[in-house]
Antibody, heavy 117, light 109 residues
Framework: EVQLVESGGGLIQPGGSLRLSCAAS????????MNWVRQAPGKGLEWVSV???????YYADSVKGRFTISRDNSKNTVYLQMNSLRAEDTAIYYC???????????WGQGTLVTVSS | QTVVTQEPSLTVSPGGTVILTCASS?????????ANWFQQKFGQAPRALIY???NMHSWAPARFSGSLLGGKAALTLSGVQPEDEAEYYC?????????FGGGTKLTVL
């Protein structure tokens, strides 16, 4: 059974850093497209980043240069390093996996990040 | 800056048919955008329904279908059920990156 479990969220001050983790089971992260998607309170979904099987990465313009996606194959875990956090980064962050043409087949339950002083 | 646009809200009667659309500010949506559709109910994580324009996930009810219509991606719900009331999001591919539409709140009334 595919499972994605996010962790690492919490309350952080503006300008701070946080690293989110997504522990995967039931599949191998290096063989799948791994994504982060976020949803601000009461707002729509925003795609944040993808790590392709090739190792190529892409980011939404809103986080480019501040966020970095990576994976640890030995731990079957994907990470999102978030730096220079802003109030507008406050959201539930979801980890999702997929493949070509279908990047978000399976989702975790999300972890809440709150950026506030 | 690229924008993906959906109807903010739609209302449909039980048993009726409704079409949700997804437009790209860059021009016509094509199969190369690999349109995906998601359903999200209150307090839940999103759930994938359609991938690559018109392919249904195995868990999606047969009343959902995807297509291209008039330069847009479209999600058609036929024989709408009360449990279909939810927010629906489209997702389009742009050369490596992806982008969601703003979502359509579907009310079944």
């Amino acid at each position: 059974e595919v499972q994605l479990v996010e962790s690492g969220g919490g309350l952080i001050q503006p300008g701070g850093s946080l690293r989110l983790s997504c522990a995967a089971s039931g599949f191998t992260v290096s063989s799948n497209y791994m994504n982060w998607v976020r949803q601000a309170p009461g707002k729509g979904l925003e795609w944040v980043s993808v790590l392709y099987t090739s190792g190529n990465t892409y980011y939404a313009d809103s986080v480019k240069g501040r966020f970095t996606i990576s994976r640890d194959n030995s731990k079957n875990t994907v990470y999102l390093q978030m730096n220079s956090l802003r109030a507008e980064d406050t959201a539930i962050y979801y980890c999702a996996r997929g493949e070509f043409g279908r990047p978000l087949d399976d989702w975790g339950q999300g972890t809440l990040v709150t950026v506030s002083s | 800056q690229t924008v993906v646009t959906q109807e903010p809200s739609l209302t449909v009667s039980p048993g009726g048919t409704v079409i949700l659309t997804c437009a790209s500010s860059t021009g016509a949506v094509t199969t190369g955008h690999y349109a995906n559709w998601f359903q999200q109910k209150f307090g839940q994580a999103p759930r994938a329904l359609i991938y690559s324009t018109s392919n249904m996930h195995s868990w999606a009810p047969a009343r959902f279908s995807g297509s291209l219509l008039g330069g847009k991606a479209a999600l058609t719900l036929s024989g709408v059920q009360p449990e279909d009331e939810a927010e629906y999001y489209c997702l389009l591919y742009y050369g490596g990156a992806w982008m969601f539409g703003g979502g359509t709140k579907l009310t079944v009334l």
